[in-house]
């Protein structure tokens, strides 16, 4: 029997009721018949079917088979289902273990690293999506194509700092450190809200500002940033950053501009000369009037004493022809000697706050101007070092000389000099001043018994002791105080060496002895510790190295014993790039270098590059860290060595 042409009479290809008349023929074989009957109810009645239900299922298949046709040309990449169930699974496991990996941010969303390296994963040589496209993938996994296109980018010179800049937003700025376990903790989570943040907080993977938002919507927890914050840090999981502290309130103001003459300040530095190839040191005493900024007393000597100190301040009185109200001096003991306090009267002696420049600014900063005549222009000595001396005193005086009479805005124009002349206090201003002179004075004083209170007894004892035996000068103990804050040892060694160099006669000539003897046991005091801190350093790096290497060799081995070879590299390299401790990235990051480098060569290159991609993805690792990873590993893949 011959059929009609179905090309003519049908909208089904050729091909299609080719394979449809085969597939008859193959039944029509297992039903004991030849060939098809004649008429359509024959064929019914050989089937054994019901009339209504072969019509309907007859209408059925031939819309089947219309959806089986292609157009020509090769078949487009369609997911396979299996394997787009596989990549769905792998990312619902990993959202159900990092809560808050993704946030939503309206049109934008955050994806922490652990996410991109896991999609990254999946598209790895060997990966679940390996078999899917890019747009199958991004779909897949809920992340836009163009961002799933610039993870996989290939970094170009120069990109990576763009690259870090402009994905900032999506680093995981989160502290997933635990806490430890005591009493204040166990008291803390008493509390089931309490109780409850720390608990969301030990899985939580995203940003501080995402975990608030999931409290609030998720959780259902009314509670703001200020009070969450509150609670992780009392539980020791995070930590602001630390605000710049306030200057303490006894050093404010420690001078202050009211009128010339009203408080002076003075200070010591050491200068150095060069007079005919040989090098001499001296000691520069000057005295400045705090309101006018004017040197008024300058003295060069060849150690700061009492003697010096005295002598600039006689200077100033004949600049200025009248005491000051206040001296504010530091706190070395050769300027609050009895003598000194003696020889200034009425003025009163001030002591400096210790350990603050901010305390006698304008000597700091500058010598200001001091003489309002010029000193004559002489250099005497008989010695070399008395023709030095002559010479600097001579240009340091010249300096403060020219600079006095110089006009200041601050002064409306008129010079330093001039301004000292012309202003006049009131009584008014005198005693306010003279208040606060007393003020200051109470603070220091206040100041000297409480570090006085904070030294060691027995250590200060010593010092005095030993300071009376020595006749060194030490007016109300502030030598011994300031020396007994070292260590015992040090003490008793610097005065043991100090006295055998006065027996035997080798102390320098021009040496203040308090001074020196401070020298001395501060520098054995620093010895002591580096040789104590060198010792038990190289102890401890031992003990060290035995605890942090034995249990990651313990966990390298797991890896490689249950890791595949070539999977072995990227679990290495994400071991380093999250590493706390350098030493940890080292060891890491030398293993995944090994692992590169056992691989066959094609095998290494592929698995370089997702590593490639993967490294410069992660931008919560350092710069360096990442340089240092990436040039490793390639001269692992080119040298074979690590």
Excluded at 343 to 348: G, W
Aim: hydrophobic fraction near 40%; include cysteine; glycine fraction near 6%.
């Amino acid at each position: 029997m011959k059929l009609p042409d179905p090309g003519h009479n049908s909208s089904l290809k050729p091909s299609l009721v080719a394979a449809l008349l085969l597939l008859a023929r193959r039944y029509l074989g297992r039903l004991g018949a030849d060939q098809l009957p004649s008429s359509n109810d024959a064929i019914i009645a050989l089937a054994g079917a019901g009339t209504s239900q072969a019509y309907a299922m007859r209408a059925r298949l031939e819309t089947a088979c219309g959806s089986l046709e292609r157009p020509p040309g090769p078949r487009p990449n369609e997911a396979q289902p299996e394997t787009v169930m596989a990549v769905l699974v792998a990312v619902r496991d990993f959202l159900l273990k990092h809560p808050g990996a993704v946030a939503d941010r309206g049109r934008r969303h955050r994806y922490t690293e652990p996410f991109r390296r896991l999609v990254l994963g999946l598209l790895a040589p060997g990966g679940l999506a390996a078999g899917l496209t890019l747009e199958q993938t991004a779909q897949a996994v809920g992340v836009p194509l163009g961002s799933v296109k610039d993870w996989l980018r290939r970094p170009r010179v120069g990109d990576e700092d763009e690259d870090e800049i402009e994905d900032q937003s999506a680093v995981d700025t989160g502290d997933d450190q635990p806490a430890a376990e005591n009493q204040d903790d166990r008291e803390l989570t008493s509390h089931p809200d309490i109780a409850t943040i720390l608990a969301e907080h030990h899985q939580w993977t995203g940003d501080f500002t995402s975990f608030c938002d999931h409290l609030r919507v998720q959780l259902r927890l009314a509670y703001g940033r200020t009070f969450v914050a509150s609670v992780l840090q009392a539980a020791g999981l995070r930590y602001p950053a630390r605000r710049k502290q306030p200057p303490p309130p006894w050093s404010a103001e420690t001078f202050r501009r009211l009128f010339p003459g009203a408080q002076w300040l003075g200070d010591g530095t050491t200068l150095a000369i060069v007079l005919d190839g040989r090098r001499f040191v001296f000691c520069a005493e000057a005295v400045a009037d705090v309101d006018s900024n004017a040197l008024v007393g300058i003295e060069v000597t060849d150690v700061e004493n009492e003697q010096a100190l005295l002598a600039a301040f006689d200077a100033g009185l004949t600049t200025t022809g009248e005491h000051p109200l206040a001296l504010t001096l530091d706190s070395k003991p050769c300027n609050h000697t009895q003598g000194v306090h003696d020889a200034v009267q009425p003025t009163t002696v001030i002591h400096a706050t210790p350990g603050r420049g901010q305390a006698k600014a304008p000597l700091e900063g500058a010598f200001g101007l001091f003489a309002q005549t010029a000193p004559a222009l002489l250099v005497e000595g008989r010695s070399r070092r008395e023709l030095a001396r002559s010479i600097l005193a001579l240009v340091l005086i010249t300096w403060a000389w020219a600079r006095n009479g110089k006009p200041r805005r601050c002064f409306k124009g008129a010079s330093p000099a001039d301004y000292y002349r012309s202003r006049k206090p009131t009584d008014a201003e005198t005693q306010a001043a003279r208040e606060w002179i007393a003020e200051l004075r109470r603070r220091a004083e206040l100041a000297q018994r409480t570090r006085e209170r904070r030294a060691d007894p027995a250590r200060l004892t010593i010092l005095v002791e030993a300071l009376q035996r020595l006749d060194i000068a030490d007016p109300d103990n502030r030598l011994a105080i300031a020396l007994a804050c070292y260590s015992n040892e040090a003490i008793l060694r610097g005065l043991a060496v100090f006295e055998t160099k006065r027996k035997l006669d080798t102390l320098p000539q021009h040496a203040d002895p308090g001074p020196y003897l401070g020298g001395i046991i501060r520098n054995t005091d620093a010895k002591l510790e580096i040789e104590g801190t060198a010792e038990r350093l190289l102890v401890l790096r031992q003990r060290h190295r035995q605890l942090s290497l034995r249990p990651l060799e313990r966990e390298l081995e797991r890896l490689r014993s249950t890791t595949p070879v070539e999977t072995l590299p990227e679990v290495l390299v994400t071991r380093a790039l999250d590493a706390k401790r350098h030493l940890d990235f080292r060891f890491y990051a030398g293993a995944a270098c090994q692992a590169l480098a056992r691989l066959p060569e094609t095998t290494a290159k592929r698995i370089f590059d997702h590593l490639l991609r993967l490294v410069t993805a992660t931008f919560s690792a350092t710069k360096e860290r990442r340089h240092d990873i990436l040039a490793r590993l390639s001269r692992a893949l080119v040298d074979g060595d690590a």
